[in-house]
């Protein structure tokens, strides 16, 4: 699984624990719903920390129970 992939899958996972959707995730977040759509459909590769930021505190939770996954220790380092 790459970088990208497990964003999209932590966002997916924490709407359907917490039973919202993503447009529901984007206005507790103050984002455009675009702006979650481009991430989880593709159209944005490289979404930006303060995004993900906003999402976090939409949700209430911080960045290290983002990013606090198997799928993300498991990922390869990018750069060789």
């Keep these: 699984m790459d970088t990208i992939s497990a964003v999209r899958a932590r966002i997916l996972r924490l709407c359907d ?3 919202i959707t993503i447009n529901k995730l984007a206005t507790m977040s103050a984002l455009p ?3 979650v759509k481009n991430i989880l459909y593709g ?3 490289n979404p930006k920390l303060i995004t993900i930021k906003m999402l ?3 949700i209430g939770i911080t ?3 983002f990013f606090s996954t198997p799928e993300f220790d498991a990922l390869e380092q990018e750069i060789r």
Aim: proline share 7%; glycine share 20%; hydrophobic share 15%.
């Design 43 to 45: 159209k944005s590769l």
């Design 33 to 35: 719903p675009s702006s």
């Design 56 to 58: 976090c505190d939409g």
């Design 17 to 19: 624990e917490r039973g």
């Design 63 to 65: 960045l290290g129970e």
